[in-house]
C-alpha cells in the first residue's frame, strides 16, 4: 500500500522507526519529513499527509506528533480526510472498521514503538465495516 507519513519534532524518532517498519513490510512510503528533530510545527506537515491522501497519491496517512492530537485536529481541516487518533492497535482496527478513518495519529512521547507498530498495522490491514457503518461515514463528510 502507498502511504504518506510525517511528524513534527516531538514524534521525528518515532516516525523514523515506523518509515522502516513500513518500507520492512513492503509499503510504498511517501516520507513528507521533517528530516531531522529540528523545532517545526505540525500542522505544516499534517497538511501534506492530509494532502496527499485527499488527492488520491496515498492510501493512507500516518502522522506523529507528541500525543498525536495535534495533528489529527490539523488533518482533518482538509476535505476528505478523517484521521483518528490512536493509542491503542484495538482502536485502530475500529477506526477503520467503523470510521472508514484514512489517516492514523500516533504518539511519539506516550506510546511505545511497540504499540505504535501494532496501531499502524491494523489500521493498514483492517477493511471498513460498511453496512450500518456507510450512511454514518457518509454523515460526517456531509458535515464539511
Ligand atoms: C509539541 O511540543 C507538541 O505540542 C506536539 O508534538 C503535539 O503533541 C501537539 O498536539
Do not use: W
Not at 513528507?32 to 492530509?50: I, M, Q, S, T
Not at 495533528?71 to 482533518?76: C, S
Request: glycine share 10%; with cysteine; aromatic share 6%.
Amino acid at each position: 500500500m502507498k502511504v504518506s507519513i510525517a511528524a513534527d519534532h516531538a514524534g521525528f524518532e518515532e516516525k523514523q522507526l515506523l518509515v522502516e517498519y513500513l518500507r520492512d513490510q513492503g509499503h510504498e512510503v511517501l516520507d513528507r519529513g521533517p528530516v531531522n528533530d529540528d523545532r517545526v510545527d505540525y500542522p505544516d506537515f499534517a497538511a501534506l499527509v492530509a494532502t496527499d491522501v485527499a488527492s488520491g497519491e496515498a492510501e493512507r496517512g500516518v502522522l506523529v506528533c507528541g500525543t498525536g492530537i495535534g495533528m489529527a485536529i490539523a488533518a482533518n481541516k482538509v476535505d476528505g480526510i478523517r484521521a483518528a487518533n490512536v493509542t491503542t492497535p484495538e482502536f485502530a482496527q475500529l477506526s477503520r472498521e467503523h470510521n472508514d478513518a484514512n489517516v492514523v495519529t500516533v504518539s511519539g512521547r506516550f506510546v511505545t514503538d511497540e504499540v505504535n507498530r501494532a496501531i499502524v498495522k491494523a489500521f493498514l490491514e483492517t477493511d471498513f465495516g460498511g453496512g450500518r457503518h456507510a450512511g454514518r461515514v457518509e454523515k460526517i463528510m456531509a458535515l464539511e
